[in-house]
T-cell receptor
């Protein structure tokens, strides 16, 4: 089975510091999309950032950026200047077969004031 | 406002009952999806639809049914055949398959 793996069940960071969440995936496809979603206590899934595999440039959205290593099948999320509102579960996901979003198990991020 | 609306937010089901979760979107998206999330877990795909009057099973379709009579609507019925239905259910949509998927706010289903 083609999977998405998040090896860090929990992470914590001091407010205003930088934290990196890890994600690796398995795929036999050459072109695909990768995503990071945030799930706060309200449980709504919010798109944080998206990366297209054919693009070598790492995606960036304000304080959020990714380190996409296609050969290593690695897709980490860096959050700079962490804020209390960043506290949430973060899920890495990949589109599989142009139809299905396959999720990792999630990383719970805590922000310490 | 544009978005995906799920209702009800909370639903209680008695043993042996069928219940239906509503999902409506006004984003003009072609594809719609239903996911299930259990505590501490990621999301698993139940059903998806790429076009009106057509839908496909996901990874955990047993005990669930769907319909797609209108582009805007994709209701999910949890039947009595679903033995462990207590979970958080998320509806989602995308412009087309393979594009970014956007989620509704979710529905909690509890068996009592």
């Amino acid at each position: 089975a083609q999977t998405v793996t998040q090896s860090q069940p929990e992470m914590s960071v001091q407010e205003a510091e930088t934290v990196t969440l890890s994600c690796t995936y398995d795929t036999s496809e050459s072109d695909y999309y990768l995503f990071w979603y945030k799930q706060p206590p309200s449980r709504q899934m919010i798109l944080v950032i998206r990366q297209e595999a054919y693009k070598q440039q790492n995606a960036t959205e304000n304080r959020f950026s990714v380190n996409f290593q296609k050969a290593a099948k690695s897709f980490s999320l860096k959050i700079s200047d962490s804020q209390l509102g960043d506290a949430a579960m973060y899920f890495c996901a990949r589109i599989q077969g142009a139809q299905k979003l396959v999720f990792g198990q999630g990383t719970r991020l805590t922000i310490n004031p | 406002d544009g978005g995906i609306t799920q209702s009800p937010k909370y639903l209680f089901r008695k043993e042996g009952q069928n219940v239906t979760l509503s999902c409506e979107q006004n984003l003009n998206h072609d594809a719609m999806y239903w996911y299930r999330q259990d505590p501490g877990q990621g999301l698993r795909l139940i059903y998806y639809s790429q076009i009106v009057n057509d839908f496909q099973k996901g990874d955990i379709a047993e005990g669930y049914s769907v319909s797609r009579e209108k582009k805007e609507s994709f209701p999910l019925t949890v039947t009595s055949a679903q033995k462990n239905p207590t979970a958080f259910y998320l509806c989602a949509s995308s412009i087309a398959s393979g594009n970014t998927i956007y989620f509704g706010e979710g529905s909690w289903l509890t068996v009592v």
